[in-house]
């Protein structure tokens, strides 16, 4: 199946600092999704972004599908970014939904 | 309000015991996925289902069951044969029923054998 690998696996920010995150898998790919775990475990939806750049607010979103890759971009970071971002891709097939391992960040005031 | 519930929250369960978690969903989404989380990891697919009466193992079935009798349903339970039960439950739906639809999540449960 497809392998997805997310780096770095930990990051620690200054408060204000900007970062990027970064998504890579092994195959071709109908979507690729975004997501930031809160502390209590509930997987946010941050970007569905299959090809192209996406923004929303501090945050913003690339895949580059043919390279087979995604960027997470977190500027001037806050306390509440803390937490895990994962990546997740469907298969050709479209019936499987694959998470990378996750980054997690802590953001420090 | 549209979305995906799970529930308990919270579910604690004595060794030999099967538990069944809920989850139910009113987006109209086909596709439904169970995933487990273990501290410190990531996610990794239980089960899925692209239609009613219809679903496929994923990446660790073993010691787990679903049914899939109404589009809105789609319950796990953890059978006596899952050998590591204590982890973090989530469930998902997407649309259509291919999946190449943005995927939403339950709140989750947390299961515990005690």
């Known amino acids: 199946g497809i392998q997805v690998e997310q780096s770095p696996p930990d990051l620690i920010l200054q408060e204000g600092a900007n970062s990027t995150l970064r998504c890579n898998f092994s195959?071709?790919?109908?979507?690729l999704q975004w997501f930031h775990q809160n502390p209590w475990g509930q997987l946010i939806n941050l970007f569905y972004?299959?090809?192209g750049t996406k923004q929303n607010g501090r945050l913003s979103a690339t895949t580059v599908a043919t390279e087979r890759y995604s960027l997470l971009y977190i500027s001037s970071s806050q306390t509440t970014d803390s937490g895990v971002y994962f990546c997740?891709?469907?298969?050709?097939?479209?019936?499987?939904?694959?998470f990378g391992g996750g980054t997690r960040l802590m953001v420090k005031p | 309000d549209g979305g995906i519930t799970q529930s308990p929250k919270y579910l604690f369960r004595k060794e030999g015991q099967n538990v069944t978690l809920s989850c139910e969903q009113n987006?109209?989404?086909?596709?439904m996925y169970w995933y487990r989380q273990d501290p410190g990891q990531g996610l990794r697919l239980i089960y899925y289902?692209?239609?009613?009466?219809?679903?496929q193992k994923g990446d660790i079935a073993e010691g787990y069951s679903v049914s899939r009798e109404k589009k809105e349903s789609f319950p796990l339970t953890v059978t006596s044969a899952q050998k590591n039960p204590t982890a973090f439950y989530l469930c998902?739906?997407?649309?259509?029923?291919?999946?190449?639809?943005?995927?939403?999540f339950g709140q989750g449960t947390r299961l515990t054998v005690v």
């Open positions: 972004i299959p090809s």
């Open positions: 998902a739906s997407s649309t259509p029923r291919t999946g190449e639809g943005e995927a939403f």
């Open positions: 195959d071709s790919v109908n979507n």
């Open positions: 987006l109209n989404h086909d596709a």
């Open positions: 997740a891709v469907h298969n050709n097939a479209g019936n499987m939904l694959t």
């Open positions: 289902s692209q239609i009613v009466n219809d679903f």
